[in-house]
């Protein structure tokens, strides 16, 4: 009887499975905006080199599309960090969450508006950085206490190639690369973990606690 309460306890409830589909929403539709735009737009594009912002500039011909991915993204992280909260201890949860926010705010002040809004688009969207790869770095030691290894190593991986990657970006290599493989390195941990929590596939962290302190007491 008390193994079955457990297992019923250990299962996520349905609201906050839905929660964790905006995990994988968000960064697909984020994803897919950046290259529907560039394939789209009629200007001098190039997404090696340039960041993917210019999509969302205001006389850009992609602006519509690159900004409703923003907009998903931005939507769809916040309602991933409800569900990453309950399958983690910690500031991850906070984190994903600003990430968003961040996001909102990058939206609302495309590039070549003015030069102050400009200014405040570079300060959103370096805030959205920060935070991005906090997400995971946050979560690890979390996720590997909670016994899930495998995406505690990836989401370590994710964090760290994703920061080594996003400050090169302000050197005079290839933006635009260097921008997409960042974000999508830990787009991809974000995706991999919401699927978890929606499919049931993980055990949030205080319940594996709780099981390994009643099998203590059993043995």
Not at 46 to 73: H, K, N, P, W, Y
Not at 139 to 164: D, K, N, W
Request: aromatic letters at 6%.
């Amino acid at each position: 009887m008390r193994s079955r309460s457990l297992s019923r306890r250990g299962r996520f409830p349905p609201v906050i499975r839905l929660a964790a589909v905006g995990g994988v929403i968000g960064p697909t539709a984020f994803i897919a905006s950046w290259s529907i735009g560039a394939a789209i737009t009629h200007d001098s594009y190039s997404s090696v080199e340039d960041a993917i912002s210019r999509l969302a500039a205001v006389r850009a011909d992609s602006r519509t599309v690159m900004t409703s991915g923003m907009v998903t993204f931005g939507v769809g992280l916040p309602l991933y960090a409800i569900a990453l909260r309950r399958l983690v201890s910690g500031p991850a949860w906070v984190a994903a969450a600003a990430t968003g926010i961040a996001t909102l705010a990058v939206a609302s002040a495309p590039l070549d508006n003015s030069s102050s809004m400009d200014r405040w688009h570079g300060v959103f969207a370096t805030a959205g950085y920060i935070s991005l790869v906090a997400t995971p770095l946050l979560a690890a030691r979390h996720l590997s206490r909670a016994g899930h290894g495998g995406l505690a190593t990836m989401a370590a991986v994710a964090g760290f190639s994703s920061t080594a990657l996003l400050c090169a970006t302000a050197t005079d290599g290839p933006t635009g690369l260097f921008q997409r493989l960042g974000l999508s390195a830990t787009h991809l941990w974000v995706i991999v973990s919401a699927i978890g929590i929606a499919a049931g596939s993980l055990q949030p962290e205080a319940e594996r606690r709780v099981r390994k302190a009643v099998s203590s007491r059993q043995s």
